[in-house]
């Protein structure tokens, strides 16, 4: 069954016109994870979120936002996306364990493609 | 910058061989390993860890080795089985446990088991 669902798959957008990627969980887990990943490089931290608390990674654009509604729901919102935010958008989730593994759990992930 | 490098971006292993892939790290505050398996179209899963207290972390066919002098990571999978074809990314963090600690990702090294 699976734990963390990304939708869609796959997002085709317009140059410039918003689009939002979903991902949910079925784990209970406290935090939850976005991270970019283009053509042959490792996957990038954008954000993630510790309950409600949104932590921005430093070098992540401004024309990426998030929204966590609620434990199960995350959202990753490219407000004008450009050619070069193409690339595979990964979800996880993780529980915090103090002293204990910090295991990720990833989605399948949203391929966005953008014209 | 790249903190997290893997340097072989595939390999190719005769079935019942062993597998060995390589994994190099620049932070010294890096303390938590981690290794993750990707098929295609699907999210990365977790395979195996290992804190820097130790070096080596046996999980059945999968072995992680940790040479933190050489800030260098292995992990060996014998023996290789064809389902074992997958993308592998190492991933290291400078804390074990706690909400939110980052994971940094190696760029994966696409692994083929040939039967």
């Known amino acids: 069954d699976a734990m963390v669902i990304q939708n869609p798959r796959y997002q085709v957008t317009q140059f410039g016109k918003p689009v939002t990627l979903s991902c949910s969980q079925t784990l209970n887990h406290n935090v939850m994870y976005w991270y970019q990943q283009k053509s042959s490089q490792a996957p990038k931290l954008l954000f993630h979120y510790y309950d409600k608390d949104f932590n921005n990674e430093a070098d992540t654009p401004d024309n990426f936002q998030s929204r966590r509604p609620n434990t199960s729901f995350c959202f990753l919102d490219i407000r004008s996306p450009g050619l070069g935010d193409a690339a595979m958008y990964l979800c996880?989730?993780?529980?915090?364990?103090?002293?204990?593994?910090?295991?990720?759990?990833f989605g399948a992930g949203t391929r966005l493609s953008v014209l | 910058d790249q903190q997290v490098k893997q340097n072989s971006p595939s390999l190719s292993v005769q079935e019942g061989r062993i597998s060995i892939l390589n994994c190099d790290y620049t932070n010294s505050m890096f303390d938590y390993f981690l290794w993750y398996k990707k098929y295609p179209a699907e999210g990365p899963t977790f395979l195996i860890s290992?804190?820097?207290?130790?070096d080596k972390n046996e999980d059945g066919r999968f072995t992680v080795f940790l040479n933190k002098s050489a800030k260098h990571l292995s992990l060996h999978i014998v023996p290789s089985q064809p389902g074992d074809s997958a993308v592998y990314f190492c991933a290291a963090s400078p804390g074990v446990g706690g909400a939110g600690n980052q994971f940094y990702f190696g760029t994966g090294t696409s692994l083929t088991v040939i039967p």
């Open positions: 996880a989730t993780s529980r915090d364990q103090s002293g204990g593994a910090d295991i990720q759990y």
């Open positions: 290992i804190s820097s207290i130790k």
